[in-house]
């Protein structure tokens, strides 16, 4: 007989038993059903009501941590072990003791929330933390659970014990009792109905005899009708279907075979399938069939079949075992699909692809896929030159974080924001003829290039879903028109000085020497530091003078071999007196190196307008480094200063008569520079950053 605790207790009666035992020990108690299901319980403890049973998760981990397995409780008390005591997945202890009437399990009562020990506070802390309680309420409410001592728990836990055997044993007299009225009733009720049972149960027999034959003849049917419909099918079917023995011998073919490969059901059935399978495809087919045999899984394969005709057919088989009534493997059952087009249209497709790619990879224009999100898809190795990055450095990264800077043609960064791909992507717009300058990790230009942006739509949709950039390298054009015009400067500099340096001379010299001898006489004592200021200013007019002079020069140098060494160290002292008027160091490093066709009163120039650039570029304390070596068949001047280094914006502009970064400078000495490189074949690149600049002059050494 099948019965539960509420129908054995009086569950008020108990309700307020546990009650008092709560007003005593103070000690949360309940009785659950095996459901988990509640009978009776005293109060809850806050920290239970107002926070484990009021969050989802926390409620959750009661539940289970008051889920005892039944055949659990049932060996502990054959173990002789009345009681299980554990903490709870929420941190609080708990006893439990099952309610075994009649050897079931029908309820079990719990002694809960409370501690044995003094609490963690920190690991409450974090649970409260990590469920989303107020901490200090759920601290505080720890705080108001007993803590109760193993003696306690011994004592609680004996009345506990006795409570739950007195139950139980009123429980199971009470069972036996209604199970003895219980078998007497029945025992008069089936003397009564046993006739009218057997009679029913003949009745029963006999119609469902009836029925059974009624849906033999149904199935009958059925089968009949699903034989007729399958044969209609594979007669009809597009694709072939055919079965074999575990040797790959036909045992059926579908009618499809005529249609499909010109064979007609005859001439296939009792050969084996694999003699039309194309040469250099039969041994992956054979390997495919076989490791579906031994797996039992299904088979797929994709292969070349010979037609009637003679011709090749591409074909796509799933084939799968099949077992006889004894349940072991008698064959396969195959279904073969013509793909042959499907085959030559992915055929085209890779040639097209093949083209694509050649064309991609080898045009000398640069190419770069971006997706909607700004990230790099893919670039060809012309876009990779231009950049300056190969591809797996740029591939997936958005533009914000490409390690490639750009500029526009007046020397300003331009912003990830303003790519012309991202434009192009935000606006769906094509963006045309956006010159950039791509700066190298050492922040100079790597490469010029015209930029195009083209957004690509799916149809129906006015969200480009990818924007390609085309990148036309233009940076030989951009060094012709940058050099084209320098010299268009250099000579109209020239023109200037040819035209104009005697004319302003005569006059000068005349007024300088009028104020010196003014400056002599004691009479004008009183203005001899004007006096002396602007015979300083026309000093530096003449001196302005000299250098438009000496940048119109176009005479022959006179050459001869001589060391570079030898000129530096002659000029070292006046660079070093240079140096130490603004308390700054000069050192030199000069290797062996060959004797050069020099004019050394051009290199001396050459050589002091560097060095005063790099000192003048220096805060006080700063060391100019003065060195030569040989490099790749090249002599080569590095004058190396600790300043500020070159401003982007200034670099590309470097040489530009008139351009200076100094309060009292011409802006001509650089042009004096490269035009003494210029006349002595040698050419002068520089590189700069925060740490400071070097020049390098490189001199070519014949053969």
């Not at 199971?172 to 008069?188: C, D, N, Y």
């Not at 797996?392 to 974080?401: H, L, M, Q, S, Y």
């Not at 307008?609 to 805060?619: A, H, I, K, P, Y």
């Amino acid at each position: 007989m099948k019965y539960k605790f509420i129908d054995v207790v009086d569950i008020s009666k108990l309700q307020n038993l546990m009650d008092e035992f709560y007003n005593i020990t103070g000690i949360c108690n309940a009785v659950l059903d095996p459901g988990g299901n509640f009978l009776v319980h005293s109060r809850w403890q806050d920290i239970c009501s107002k926070f484990h049973r009021r969050n989802f998760f926390t409620e959750k981990r009661c539940s289970i941590s008051e889920n005892i397995d039944e055949n659990f409780f049932i060996n502990t008390v054959k173990s002789g072990q009345r009681y299980v005591m554990r903490k709870c997945l929420n941190g609080l202890m708990m006893i439990a003791t099952p309610i075994i009437v009649d050897g079931k399990h029908l309820a079990t009562m719990f002694l809960s929330q409370f501690l044995t020990s003094k609490p963690d506070f920190k690991y409450f802390r974090h649970q409260a933390e990590r469920f989303g309680f107020n901490a200090d309420e759920y601290l505080t409410a720890l705080t108001r659970v007993p803590v109760i001592s193993e003696d306690e728990i011994g004592t609680n836990l004996n009345f506990l014990v006795q409570l739950a055997e007195m139950i139980s044993d009123l429980g199971l007299k009470q069972i036996k009792l209604e199970q003895s009225e219980e078998a007497m009733r029945r025992t008069k009720e089936n003397l009564e109905i046993l006739v009218q049972e057997r009679t029913a149960q003949l009745a029963e027999i006999n119609k469902k005899l009836h029925r059974d034959i009624a849906r033999r003849k149904k199935a009958e049917e059925a089968l009949k009708k699903s034989e007729k419909y399958l044969r209609r099918i594979t007669e009809n079917m597009l694709d072939t279907v055919s079965e074999s023995d575990l040797n790959g011998v036909f045992r059926y073919v579908s009618p499809s075979h005529k249609n499909v490969l010109g064979y007609e059901q005859e001439e296939l059935l009792g050969r084996s399938i694999f003699e039309f399978i194309h040469q250099e495809d039969k041994d992956r087919v054979l390997s495919a069939y076989s490791r579906a045999v031994r797996t039992n899984l299904v088979g797929r394969a994709e292969y070349r079949y010979r037609h009637a005709d003679g011709h090749y057919v591409w074909l796509e088989t799933i084939g799968k075992v099949i077992y006889d009534e004894k349940g072991e493997k008698c064959g396969a059952i195959f279904s073969s699909r013509d793909i042959t087009r499907r085959k030559e249209a992915e055929k085209a497709i890779r040639q097209s692809e093949e083209k694509y790619r050649n064309l991609f990879e080898t045009m000398k224009q640069g190419v770069v896929y971006y997706d909607t999100e700004g990230r790099v898809i893919s670039a060809n190795p012309a876009a990779e030159e231009i950049l300056g990055l190969p591809l797996e450095e740029v591939k997936g990264r958005v533009i914000a974080d490409l390690p490639v800077k750009a500029i526009r043609e007046d020397g300003s960064f331009i912003s990830a924001e303003n790519y012309p791909a991202v434009i192009s992507m935000k606006t769906g717009r094509e963006i045309k003829n956006v010159v950039m300058g791509f700066l190298n990790s050492k922040g100079r230009i790597h490469r010029w290039a015209n930029v195009n942006a083209v957004p690509w739509f799916r149809e129906g949709e006015d969200r480009p879903y990818q924007v390609y950039t085309t990148l036309e390298d233009i940076t030989e054009r951009k060094q012709w028109e940058n050099e084209m015009a320098r010299l268009d400067r250099l000579n109209l500099v020239g023109e200037m000085a040819a035209g104009i340096a005697h004319e302003i001379r005569n006059p000068m010299t005349t007024v300088r020497g009028l104020l010196q001898v003014m400056a002599g006489k004691t009479e004008f004592n009183e203005y001899k530091q004007q006096f002396e200021l602007m015979i300083e200013e026309l000093d530096r007019a003449n001196a302005i003078i000299t250098e438009f002079l000496s940048v119109a020069k176009n005479r022959p140098l006179e050459l001869k071999m001589q060391n570079l060494n030898s000129v530096i160290k002659a000029i070292y002292p006046l660079i070093q007196a240079d140096a130490m008027e603004t308390n700054k160091y000069v050192t030199t490093n000069l290797k062996s190196i060959p004797d050069l066709l020099l004019n050394g009163k051009e290199i001396r120039q050459l050589v002091l307008n560097l060095s005063r650039n790099g000192l003048e570029s220096m805060d006080p304390g700063g060391n100019l480094n003065i060195s030569t070596y040989v490099e790749n068949n090249e002599v080569v001047l590095a004058v190396k200063d600790e300043g500020q280094g070159i401003a982007p914006e200034i670099q590309e502009r470097l040489g530009t008569p008139f351009l200076t970064t100094k309060s009292r400078g011409t802006g001509l000495g650089m042009v004096i520079c490269l035009n003494i490189a210029n006349r002595h074949n040698a050419s002068i690149d520089f590189e700069t950053s925060a740490a400071g600049t070097t020049f390098f002059v490189r001199f070519k050494l014949k053969g």
